[in-house]
């Protein structure tokens, strides 16, 4: 966007990029694990951990990985794979117990050493550098995250793992939880312990509950402007994920943007192959782009890809 600045009596034109917002996704995308390592990790643990104990007097469930089908917990948030554990194992529908079930994963969690917590995963190539470089445009960039984790689960795992100590991330909106024990890690973001449908039928809802939580993040982001007093609005929104809810939720969330047609925000959106999908899969489920409203890439090599920020609409300058 550009706008002529007057200044003694000369017109000069002044480059000024849009407020952007950049929202991660955390597994497949920042962060690695695969098979039965990832099946073992602390957070997948924690699924089973929590529904025994507020659902089956502490009595062990079989763990998420054999209790559902990929499709029901892969790309999902935690809250529906809470909700699909719950009525796979023990047949009961669990939402009005969801909050106590958030506050069981995370307590599960925060109990453990940083060493515990990030146990067979580790950061993809170039996560670490770009977040660097992120660090140093704080002027017309915020960074937070939109996962499907619980928002105390989130900040232990980006604390553990080093990201959090980089600075890329903007605070948290003072409307976020405090959660406690994690006060000084926190950050902004849209968390699946943030929004929760509860439909574990519609498996759209994978997508569309994280859609919601791109539109909680995009909602705090413009309330931390306003909190520094910003005059500029937050203009473009990107989010970066590897998996096919991570593209549909912020296809969705621009088709929403579009209908309100308030304040239109750009859209876009970085899907990495780097967890289990291809590029070809995401780049068919991102579709074409419309220029100023949907703006999708898909790059291969993830956030080490060269092109990483070009594709997020930035330059270094």
Known sequence: MRKLIYWIGFWFPFQIDAFTLITFDVDGTLLKGSGEAMEASAHSRAYSHAVSTILNEGESIIPVSEALPIELYHGSTDGLI??????ATLNIDAKEHLDDLFSCMYNFINEMEDDEVVRHISPLPGVLEQLHILSGMKERVMCGLVTGNVEGIARRKMKAIGIF??????????????????????????????????DIEDLKRNYMDRGEQIAIAAQRCQELLNQRNETNKLKRVVHVGDAPSDVLAAKW???????????????????????SYSAEELRELAGETIPGVWEPVVLEKGMGD???????????H
């Not at 809470?82 to 009525?87: G, I, P, S, V």
């Not at 980089?166 to 959660?179: C, H, R, V």
């Not at 994690?182 to 973001?189: A, H, K, S």
Request: one cysteine or more.
């Open 82 to 87: 809470l909700l699909r554990l719950a009525k």
């Open 306 to 316: 060269p092109k990483f920020l070009e594709a997020c609409g930035l330059s270094e």
């Open 165 to 198: 100590q980089i600075g890329a991330l903007a605070p948290p909106a003072s409307s976020q939880k405090s959660w406690k024990g994690t006060e000084d890690i926190g950050f902004l973001g849209g968390f699946g312990s943030d929004y929760c449908s509860g």
């Open 253 to 275: 969330f621009s088709e929403e943007q579009t209908k309100q047609n308030e304040d239109q925000l750009c859209v876009g959106m970085v899907a990495v192959a780097t967890g």
